[in-house]
């Protein structure tokens, strides 16, 4: 690899396949975990999923954008299929976490808000494992390992300093036209959520694949994306688990069964949502100005 002063880690295609390889390598590495069902197995592979479909919106300049575009549909689908699974398992365990805190211990509740739904995972991760086993699963994987053995890199002999300096600019504008049209929906929340976790997947990808290329501000967009994505979706999961209590507190009324606990911890949850956005404004505004000192 030959670089210079102003490109030390070498020219684009060498960087961008570094980060291409990188992320294929880990959603299949963690595929294992998650179809054994191992502790946290499907949500690290959600994430290799969620960091790969980052990836290639990222560098949408970079790559051959119908090859790009055909990967990250597959990859939509199958995000969309393991976030089924793992938004139950997060339900559970909020549940769970909730109930503890408010320090409540009702066999009912206990089991209508985690018992139940820890079943209902179950159910959904033997479904996944059905549709992994589909040809569609199999022209995936075959999809994804022919772009990773030779990433198709438009200009790959271009700077790789300025181009993903340029690609990483503009995810930070997408924060920052997210967080304008933000007004507390829970849609358009979760599309500053999605932008900010964008942005950290980027930025860390390119640390990881040429940590010289640039200064800490590319450490500091991940840390302000993270900082962003953590708070929406502490923020998120408040609402999703208050309808969830909701729901159940109304199903637990028809049966006869007490409703008080849900009471307590629909407002429990509620604080802690309220809470968690509190930190919204710093993140983005840290991002915005990490992104100012990037090379133009």
């Known amino acids: 690899m030959t670089g210079s002063d102003d490109d030390p880690d070498g020219a684009l295609g060498d960087v961008a396949a570094r980060i291409v390889r990188a992320a294929a390598d880990e959603v299949r590495e963690t595929w294992g975990a998650a179809k054994a069902d ?59 976490s909730a109930l503890e805190d408010c320090g409540i211990d009702d066999a009912h509740m206990s089991r209508r808000l985690v018992t139940d739904v820890r079943a209902e995972y179950h159910r959904a991760h033997a479904r996944l494992l059905v549709l992994a086993d589909h040809p569609r699963a199999h022209e995936r994987e075959r999809l994804l ?9 438009v200009e790959p002999a271009a700077s790789a300093r300025s181009a993903l300096a340029r690609a990483l600019r503009r995810e930070a504008r997408r924060v920052r036209r997210a967080a304008k049209s933000a007004d507390g929906t829970i849609e358009t929340l979760h599309d500053l959520r999605k932008a900010g976790r964008r942005l950290r997947y ?23 994306g993270d900082a962003l994505h953590d708070a929406l979706g502490d923020h998120r999961d408040a609402l999703v688990l208050g309808r969830s209590l909701e729901l159940t507190r109304a199903r637990a009324g028809r049966a006869g069964e007490p409703v008080a606990g849900y009471d307590v911890l629909i407002s429990h949850v509620a604080a802690g ?24």
């Open 38 to 96: 191992e502790p946290d197995g499907v949500h690290q592979h959600r994430v290799r999923v969620r960091r790969l479909r980052s990836i290639l919106a990222g560098l949408r300049d970079v790559l051959d954008p119908a090859a790009a575009r055909r990967l990250r549909v597959r990859f939509d689908e199958w995000g969309a299929e393991l976030g089924t699974v793992r938004d139950l398992e997060v339900l559970a365990e909020l549940a769970r």
């Open 202 to 224: 980027n930025a860390e990808a390119v640390l990881a694949a040429a940590p010289d290329l640039f200064g800490d501000e590319v450490s500091e967009l991940a840390e302000a």
């Open 145 to 153: 390992a022919a772009f990773a053995d030779d990433p198709p890199i």
């Open 273 to 296: 949502g309220e809470r968690a956005l509190h930190e919204v404004d710093d993140a983005v505004a840290r991002a915005r100005a990490a992104a100012g000192r990037l090379p133009s």
